[in-house]
């Protein structure tokens, strides 16, 4: 009988505190039956991402209790950061990965949605696959104004499930069901971030760029640099080489190069290989990158007193 698996990748809104991200990725970890397979925080997003996989009975558990310390530990009234957010667990995705379908994991991501409020009174939006909306498909339109705009207009963005108002300090969670993401950046040899801002507008799929692909251009002030930080929601329509060679043929009208790029979180093994990742300049490009591996190497360990250790990367960037 084929093993039932599903991939959980919560972003929550704490990237300096690593006692903070500790805790949650703990209470993931602690889960039975769940395989903690990636953690990375980055400071100037204020922002880290937590990797797991498993059953789905023990990623949704896992899902709830993730949330739950985010809750208690997260105060997003004192949160800087440049990336989108509206929540302390700002955006929970459940990904199929063997044996259980995208409508399995959208039944996933609505029965934890309707457990947060009750038990945390954390108004959800549900986005991609979960979406009870047509207009809430896309992740970028249910979190467009961020925290401090909700919280005083949200009769305007009213959540599917929650309400009449924010949680004080949490603010609101997007929960999904969604296919394998790669999220990407490129690091340009500048610091100016309207190049990277433009850019990012004329390469995006809502820009009429390519297909599958979201951007956003930021600064990273602890780098000094420009980034270019994109999600492939589809690699097999637009995969990381065609978005490094757009961006390099963007950032080449400006005179600016691409200084380097990088992956978050973990990568399909039939997504990069090694000669392509010297092509587009990946710094942190290793097997311990592949999802596939990871996840293979991760399960065989549960339940064994000395679990497999968790990878870090502070000076990445999730999305």
Same mark, same amino acid.
């Given at each position: 009988?084929?093993?039932?698996?599903?991939?959980?990748?919560?972003?929550? +809104?704490?990237?300096?505190? @690593? #006692?903070?991200?500790?805790?949650?990725?703990?209470?993931?970890?602690?889960?039975?039956?769940?395989?903690?397979?990636?953690?990375?925080?980055?400071?100037?997003?204020?922002?880290?991402?937590? /990797?797991?996989?498993?059953? *789905?009975?023990?990623?949704?558990?896992?899902?709830?209790?993730?949330?739950?310390?985010?809750?208690?530990?997260?105060?997003?009234?004192?949160?800087?950061?440049?990336?989108?957010?509206?929540?302390?667990?700002?955006?929970?995705?459940?990904?199929?990965?063997?044996?259980?379908?995208?409508?399995?994991? @959208? #039944?996933?991501?609505?029965?934890?949605?309707?457990?947060?409020?009750?038990?945390?009174?954390? *108004? &959800?939006?549900?986005?991609? @696959?979960?979406?009870?909306?047509?207009?809430?498909?896309?992740?970028?339109?249910?979190?467009?104004?961020?925290?401090?705009?909700?919280?005083?207009?949200?009769?305007?963005?009213?959540?599917?499930?929650?309400?009449? +108002?924010?949680?004080? /300090?949490?603010? @609101?969670?997007?929960?999904?069901?969604?296919?394998?993401?790669?999220?990407?950046?490129?690091?340009?040899? /500048?610091?100016?971030?309207?190049?990277?801002?433009?850019?990012?507008?004329?390469?995006?799929?809502?820009?009429?760029?390519?297909?599958?692909?979201?951007?956003?251009?930021?600064?990273?002030?602890?780098?000094?640099?420009?980034?270019?930080?994109?999600?492939?929601?589809?690699?097999?329509? /637009?995969?990381?080489?065609?978005?490094?060679?757009?961006?390099?043929?963007?950032?080449?009208?400006?005179?600016?190069?691409?200084?380097?790029?990088?992956? &978050?979180?973990?990568?399909?093994?039939?997504?990069?290989?090694?000669?392509?990742?010297?092509?587009?300049?990946?710094?942190?490009?290793?097997?311990? #990158?592949?999802?596939?591996?990871?996840?293979?190497?991760?399960?065989?360990?549960?339940?064994?007193?000395?679990?497999?250790?968790?990878?870090?990367?502070?000076?990445?960037?999730?999305?």
């Amino acid at each position: 009988m084929e093993r039932r698996l599903i991939e959980c990748v919560p972003n929550f +809104s704490e990237g300096r505190d @690593a #006692r903070v991200v500790d805790a949650i990725a703990g209470a993931v970890a602690a889960t039975p039956g769940v395989a903690l397979l990636a953690r990375e925080s980055d400071p100037d997003h204020n922002r880290s991402v937590i /990797t797991f996989a498993g059953p *789905p009975e023990a990623v949704h558990a896992g899902a709830l209790r993730a949330i739950a310390e985010a809750v208690r530990r997260i105060d997003l009234t004192r949160h800087e950061g440049v990336h989108p957010r509206i929540g302390a667990a700002d955006v929970v995705p459940f990904v199929p990965i063997a044996g259980v379908d995208l409508e399995e994991c @959208a #039944r996933i991501a609505h029965d934890i949605g309707r457990q947060a409020w009750e038990r945390l009174q954390l *108004p &959800v939006y549900f986005y991609e @696959a979960a979406a009870l909306r047509p207009e809430r498909r896309r992740l970028e339109n249910v979190r467009r104004r961020g925290f401090h705009w909700l919280r005083n207009h949200l009769e305007e963005h009213p959540p599917d499930i929650g309400g009449p +108002s924010l949680h004080p /300090t949490a603010g @609101a969670v997007a929960i999904g069901a969604r296919k394998l993401l790669i999220a990407f950046n490129a690091n340009l040899a /500048t610091g100016d971030v309207e190049i990277a801002r433009a850019i990012a507008r004329k390469i995006r799929a809502s820009s009429g760029g390519l297909p599958a692909l979201k951007a956003i251009g930021v600064r990273l002030e602890s780098r000094g640099v420009a980034q270019v930080s994109m999600n492939l929601t589809d690699f097999d329509q /637009t995969g990381v080489l065609q978005a490094f060679s757009a961006v390099q043929r963007e950032a080449a009208r400006f005179g600016v190069d691409v200084a380097s790029t990088e992956i &978050v979180g973990l990568i399909p093994r039939r997504a990069l290989d090694e000669a392509t990742a010297r092509h587009i300049k990946c710094e942190n490009f290793s097997a311990d #990158r592949i999802l596939e591996q990871r996840i293979e190497a991760a399960l065989s360990q549960v339940g064994d007193a000395h679990p497999a250790p968790v990878a870090r990367r502070p000076e990445s960037r999730p999305r």
